[in-house]
C-alpha cells in the first residue's frame, strides 16, 4: 500500500489518499446533501399545502393549534409534565437495578438457586402479560385499600411502583440476551485463570453484556418516558391530566398537542442517541468480524 509519511508518535505509515478521488467524494457529499435537503423541503411544502387546502382546516386549525390556548395552557402543562420527569428519573435506576437482578437469577445454574431461578422466571412470565395500565390501577387502587399500617397509600408511589415492575421483566429479558450472547469460551477463559464464577460474571461477563445492551434499553426507557403518562388514570396530575382538565374547560384540544410537543421534546433526542448508539454497535461489530 502506498504510504505518504508517518505518523509522528507511533511510526505508522499513514495510508495515501488520492486527492482527485477526495475531491470527488466531497462533491458526491456536498450534492447528496443538497438533494436530500430539497426532497425534504419538498415534501414538507407539499403536506403543509395539503392540510391548509383542506376545508376544515380553520376548524382544525382552531380546535387544535390555537395560539391563545398555547400560550394560556403551556405554563401549566409544563408545570406537570415536570412529574412526569421525575417518574422516570425514580423508575429507571430502580429498573435498572430489579431487571439485572432477574436476568442473573434465571441465569443462575446451582441447584441451590433453583427456587430463585423459578421465581425469576414466573415474574418475568406474569409482568410481560400484564398490560402496564392494568397494573397502575390493580397497584393503585388495591394497595391502598388494603390499609396496611406503615405502607405508604399514595397513588404517585404505586403508579411508579407499578411502571418499575413492569418495566422490569422487559429490561430482565434484554439483560439476559446481552448475558447469553457472550460466547462460553469468554467464560472457560476467566474460570482457567482463576476466576470463581461470581468474578467471572462480574468482571468478564457483565461488562461485555452491558455494553451490547445499551441501545436497546435506550428503547425501552423512551417508552417508559411516554408511559408515564398512565400514573394519571389513577389521580396525580401529569401533563396527560392537566391537558384533560385545560381541554375540559374549553372543549379545545390544544393542550393535548402541548403536551404532545413536551414529551416530544424529550423523547427524541433519546432516540437519537439510542439510533447513534446503534449504528456504533454495528460498526463495532464490522469492524471485529473484519479482523
Request: hydrophobic letters at 50%; proline letters at 7%; a positive charge.
Amino acid at each position: 500500500m502506498t504510504t505518504s509519511g508517518t505518523e509522528p508518535d507511533t511510526g505508522a505509515p499513514i495510508p495515501y489518499v488520492d486527492p482527485v478521488r477526495r475531491d470527488l467524494q466531497r462533491r458526491k457529499a456536498i450534492r447528496d446533501t443538497v438533494i436530500a435537503s430539497v426532497s425534504i423541503a419538498v415534501v414538507v411544502v407539499a403536506g403543509v399545502a395539503l392540510v391548509t387546502s383542506a376545508a376544515g382546516w380553520p376548524l382544525v386549525r382552531d380546535t387544535f393549534f390555537s395560539g391563545e390556548q398555547i400560550g394560556s395552557t403551556l405554563p401549566e402543562i409544563a408545570s406537570a409534565f415536570w412529574l412526569n420527569v421525575r417518574i422516570f428519573l425514580v423508575a429507571e435506576p430502580l429498573i435498572l437495578v430489579v431487571g439485572l437482578a432477574i436476568a442473573l437469577s434465571r441465569g443462575t445454574r446451582s441447584p441451590l438457586t433453583f427456587p430463585l431461578r423459578v421465581v425469576a422466571t414466573v415474574y418475568t412470565d406474569i409482568f410481560r402479560g400484564i398490560p402496564t395500565i392494568l397494573l397502575v390501577f390493580l397497584l393503585g387502587f388495591g394497595v391502598p385499600a388494603l390499609g396496611l399500617s406503615g405502607v405508604p397509600n399514595d397513588p404517585l408511589v404505586w403508579g411508579t411502583v407499578a411502571l418499575v415492575i413492569s418495566y422490569s421483566a422487559y429490561v430482565a429479558e434484554v439483560f439476559r440476551a446481552g448475558i447469553d450472547s457472550v460466547h462460553p469460551s469468554q467464560r472457560a477463559a476467566a474460570r482457567s485463570l482463576g476466576l470463581s464464577s461470581v468474578q467471572t460474571t462480574r468482571y468478564v461477563v457483565l461488562p461485555q453484556a452491558v455494553r451490547r445492551v445499551v441501545p436497546p434499553l435506550l428503547n425501552d426507557f423512551i417508552s417508559l418516558q411516554k408511559d408515564t403518562a398512565l400514573v394519571s388514570v389513577i389521580g396525580p396530575i401529569e401533563a396527560l391530566r392537566q391537558a384533560q382538565i385545560d381541554s375540559s374547560f374549553t372543549f379545545n384540544f390544544t393542550p393535548y398537542v402541548v403536551a404532545a410537543v413536551l414529551f416530544i421534546a424529550l423523547t427524541v433526542p433519546m432516540t437519537r442517541c439510542a439510533d447513534w448508539l446503534n449504528a456504533r454497535s454495528a460498526r463495532e461489530r464490522g469492524a471485529g468480524g473484519s479482523t
